[in-house]
T-cell receptor, first 116, second 114 residues
Framework: GAVVSQHPSRVICKSGTSVKIECRSLDFQATTMFWYRQFPKQSLMLMATSNEGSKATYEQGVEKDKFLINHASLTLSTLTVTSAHPEDSSFYIC????????????FGQGTRLTVV | KQEVTQIPAALSVPEGENLVLNCSFTDSAIYNLQWFRQDPGKGLTSLLL?????REQTSGRLNASLDKSSGRSTLYIAASQPGDSATYLCAVWISNFGNEKLTFGTGTRLTIIP
């Protein structure tokens, strides 16, 4: 299957600082990428849909000024957690699709964010 | 609102047995269904994608079925191995005003006992 690379895999930051997470599609172009958040022993919750060259679409309840998403190219989307707080500590996962319709979604390896 | 439920939440079976994981969804207006596995602390690995016009897909020891009218899908794992131990997630693709997205189930944590 196609490969999606997510970096970093783990990050620890201090409260009030910002953290950037990168999601890259390595062997395909992705017009759409998705960002999810996963709490311990729970399923994935969609945060936002990132579209190349346009603004991201955020799910209800997700603060767009806190979780900044940039999809600058067909192979790269970034999620920046601004002014991080301990409650932002979570597992963040991105995914990408080669196209619309009947194509699969491929996922990165996730980023464990810990805010201290 | 689409809700996806997986039963059971956890399952332990001896190595070598065949097993079935269940997934149900409340809104039949889906166009794809995808099964994933997730190892602890890791991302998701896509296992099978079933298009809405299909009733099943097979990959190796895995077979997934889809019954849209009843809102159900099953993942059948034959001759289970310890390496199959993981959390299995089903997810349905929905389209809302042209925006396509996945809604995930609650997951089944599978343990294969050597």
């Amino acid at each position: 299957g196609a490969v999606v690379s997510q970096h970093p895999s783990r990050v620890i930051c201090k409260s009030g600082t910002s953290v950037k997470i990168e999601c890259r599609s390595l062997d395909f172009q992705a017009t759409t990428m998705f960002w999810y958040r996963q709490f311990p022993k729970q399923s994935l919750m969609l945060m936002a849909t990132s579209n190349e060259g346009s603004k991201a679409t955020y799910e209800q309840g997700v603060e767009k000024d806190k979780f900044l998403i940039n999809h600058a190219s067909l192979t790269l989307s970034t999620l920046t957690v601004t002014s991080a707080h301990p409650e932002d500590s979570s597992f963040y996962i991105c995914s990408a699709r080669p196209g619309l319709g009947n194509t699969e979604a491929f996922f990165g390896q996730g980023t464990r964010l810990t805010v201290v | 609102k689409q809700e996806v439920t997986q039963i059971p939440a956890a399952l332990s079976v001896p190595e070598g047995e065949n097993l079935v994981l269940n997934c149900s969804f409340t809104d039949s207006a889906i166009y794809n269904l995808q099964w994933f596995r997730q190892d602890p602390g890791k991302g998701l690995t896509s296992l099978l994608l079933i298009q809405s016009s299909q009733r099943e897909q097979t990959s190796g020891r895995l077979n997934a079925s889809l019954d849209k009218s009843s809102g159900r899908s099953t993942l059948y794992i034959a001759a289970s191995q310890p390496g199959d131990s993981a959390t299995y997630l089903c997810a349905v693709w929905i389209s809302n005003f042209g925006n396509e997205k996945l809604t995930f189930g609650t997951g089944t944590r599978l343990t294969i006992i050597p």
